[in-house]
């Protein structure tokens, strides 16, 4: 990795432990990683981004990882101010923001609640929550449970029609990915995401984020459609979309280095 070599290291933030890992120099950047997942998927994507000249900045999310959920679990903008504890504790005063998924619900909080710490925000593979576009119903069925990070098997049937993309192209995908597997949730670490999400939306106040954002939607994401980045980038005043063809739920994932192009090219202008 260009620059230094990963630093891993467990934080108090916000009354809780989180895992923190940082590679790279350069300007920072927060990874937010998606329901359920540890820092661990990140992989190619983050070391190619610390590649490119990118102080990158990953996290286990309460619940997720080597990051014990909370008793009581938080809500959604309770987990954006631990994130933007993390950015407190490594002495970083503004940062470059990138959620998928889960994650990025975390990061449009973030935006909201702490805008001056926010350079630029990329929105992949998200929704603005209630009031967006639903799933594919046999997709949302397997998000209810932590299943795809338990079980090889289960992930390989049905990697196609939950994440769409390279999964569809190449179904045994999934059991490739070690790191999918690492480290998975618990019933109850995952319950206290879904529990983060639920009833929560954007919708009242994307209008008020002022900051450059760049939203990322695949054409072949199950889980969350693409008219939801389309929602997104019309209700955000500085925001664009960009529609990679072809690109599935996990596009940073699995096609790491094409998806840090397009990224380090919008934090690059």
């Known amino acids: 990795m260009s620059g230094s070599l990963p630093v891993t290291r467990s ?6 432990r989180v895992r ?16 359920g997942a540890s820092l661990e998927l990140w992989g190619p994507f983050a070391e190619t981004m610390a590649e490119r000249g990118h102080h990158v900045i990953a996290f286990d ?13 938080r809500r959604m903008p309770a987990l954006a101010r631990i994130a933007v504890g993390v950015l407190d504790l490594l002495g970083i005063e503004r940062a470059d923001v990138l959620g998928v998924s889960f994650g990025g619900f975390v990061a449009q909080e973030i935006g909201r609640l702490a805008p001056d710490r926010v350079r630029r925000l990329v929105l992949a593979a998200t929704a603005p929550g209630i009031g967006g576009i639903p799933g594919r119903a ?15 098997a289960y992930t390989t049937r049905f990697a196609a029609s939950l994440y769409g993309g390279r999964a569809r192209r190449d179904p045994g995908l999934g059991t490739t990915m070690p790191m999918r597997f690492e480290r998975p949730p618990s019933w109850y670490g995952y319950a206290t995401q879904l529990y983060a999400v639920w009833g929560w939306t954007s919708l ?15 054409d072949d994401d199950p889980i969350v459609r693409v008219l939801n980045g389309r929602i997104l980038a019309h209700l955000i005043p ?21 998806a840090a192009g397009i990224v380090d090219g919008f934090l690059s202008e």
């Open 11 to 16: 934080v108090d933030v916000e009354g809780t």
């Open 20 to 35: 923190v890992r940082t590679a790279g120099q350069g300007r920072p950047l927060l990874l937010v990683m998606g329901i």
């Open 61 to 73: 999310l309460p619940g997720a990882g080597a990051s014990p959920a909370t008793v009581p679990p």
């Open 138 to 152: 046999s997709a949302i069925v397997h998000l209810t449970t932590p299943w795809r990070y338990w079980s090889p």
């Open 204 to 218: 009242p106040w994307l209008h008020r984020l002022r900051m450059p954002v760049l939203v990322l939607s695949g």
């Open 238 to 258: 500085d925001a664009r979309l960009v529609v990679p063809a072809g690109a599935g739920h996990l596009f940073l994932i699995d096609e790491p280095t094409d």
